[in-house]
């Protein structure tokens, strides 16, 4: 039974692991990706070929002889530039994290891609869809800081008898601002506002590629929907039909979405359409449903542009949270324990005053010592198992031609003997869900992002030196080695004694070092305890002799 519970762990780590392995995204052909501020940044020169562009129904590109000066807004956690060309976003800078893409030199976050700007409206006036892109807007400040109030950023613009308001409305402590807008002139037909929302984010990892595996563009309708960038071929288009709640882009860290909040507004309407990973292009567009009539005043949507930081957005409701599943396939087992150990490492963190590796080897501590009661039963069992092994081997024998007999018999001896046949298993199979929730954890989760620990420069990445994923390797070795003690011989025992432990540390070696920490950890601390078994296993073998 223990030997099936180990095969089956292996398979389901190769199911989570093998798909990346085996069919890796493209690399991004460097004559088309073109700078190093491009959706996927794979290291390409900045003088290569312009940005990439995409289908949209708003577009973003301004003519060239629209002049246009940057205006900057400021506020402890991020600043914005907005382009007086259109009132696009042009800048979002998240101040409380440092980008790690080459040449960035730790600069903070960037997540708009230069050329390439968000919020690109447009009005639907009957047949006609006209561009706000290269209208000149005349903003109210020169420049905003945004310390203790909300305060607001206004642009307004007039073109052939129309007038076009467009205000922000920002929050000292939040990465989300308003979106309202006025528009005058139009006649009593009046128009559809139509919300253009780039092409996606910027990467602002090391490891550019795997940053490509996690971008998507994400929805919510009735429920929570994505799709992966990596999933479309290169040229291909995929439509989405609204209405939605929310939609926008994430990478493995970082979400840019328009929430459509007001209760009595008409949803997110549109399409989303995407481009394959050689081209890099990506460009959704959203359409507001709502009329803009003459001389109205609609509130129209909220931005987010942050952290995927999971207790952030569930403050914000409207299931942002869920823009970050973990668990993939096995989401619906993962995502919940996945979200119980985040809560519990973070309030570790935050309450304790502990570094992030400290709080890991004491969680790897806390969950093996939660179970040392549970795995000693199992142990327990496990060498009655064995003292009431020849009694099932001889019934074995003796009934091999009568199955319903032969079940009856083992039944008897279980319960005579106080033997469980499973008891040996389920230690192993609680710590699994932990252990495959930590996978997802450090794969998807901004608190580990860049956080060092000893030699350790990333808790979220491979350690460098693969120190961490030997000693977990050693470790499993000796714990096995150790639960072995005063078990009889038997080849397939042997041989899972070796095997297991290579390949394990093979399997994690790429893996982040704060899942090899944290199994390490649990390793380490449950030797003690299968040594005390193991003495006990011998004494009732002295006693049985």
Known sequence: MERRV??????????????????PPKRADRRTVGRSDSTVTPRAPAESAAAPTGPSICPTVRRSDVPAETVWVSSPRARFGFSTAGAQLLHAELLDYKSFAPGDSGAAVRLVPAGRPLLAHCLLVGADTISLADWRFAPNVAALSVQRDSMQLTFTAERRGARVTLAYVFFPDEYRFQVRGQVTGLGPAGAVLLVGMGDGLRSVEADTLDDFRHFAVVTKAAKTQSIAFQSLKPGTVKLLDGPFEWAGFKSKYFLTAALAVEENQPRFGGGIAVGGPVTVTTS????????????????????????????????????????????????????PVSILVV????????????????????????????????????MESSIRMQAVAPLIKETQERHKNDPERLQREMLRLYKEHHVNPFGGCLPMLIPMPVLFALFFVFANTIEFRGVAFLWLPDLSRADPYYIIPVVMGLSMFVLSKVGQIGVPPNPQTKTMLYFMPVFMTLLLLRFASGLNLYYAVSNIFSIPQQYLIARRRLRDQGKRT
């Open 284 to 335: 959704s567009f959203f359409s507001g449903r709502a009329a803009v009539a003459t001389r109205t005043t609609l509130a129209l949507y909220d931005v987010y542009t942050g952290p995927l930081e999971y207790r952030r957005l569930a403050r914000l409701g409207h299931d942002l949270d869920d823009a970050n599943p973990y668990g993939g396939v096995l989401r619906p087992m993962i995502q």
């Open 343 to 378: 809560n519990i490492l973070i309030w570790m963190h935050d309450r304790l005053s502990l570094a992030y590796g400290w709080v890991l080897v004491i969680f790897g501590i806390l969950v093996r010592a939660l179970l040392w009661p549970l795995n000693q039963k199992a």
């Open 6 to 23: 180990i095969l089956a762990f292996i398979l389901m780590l190769i199911v989570l692991v093998l798909p990346g392995i085996l069919f």
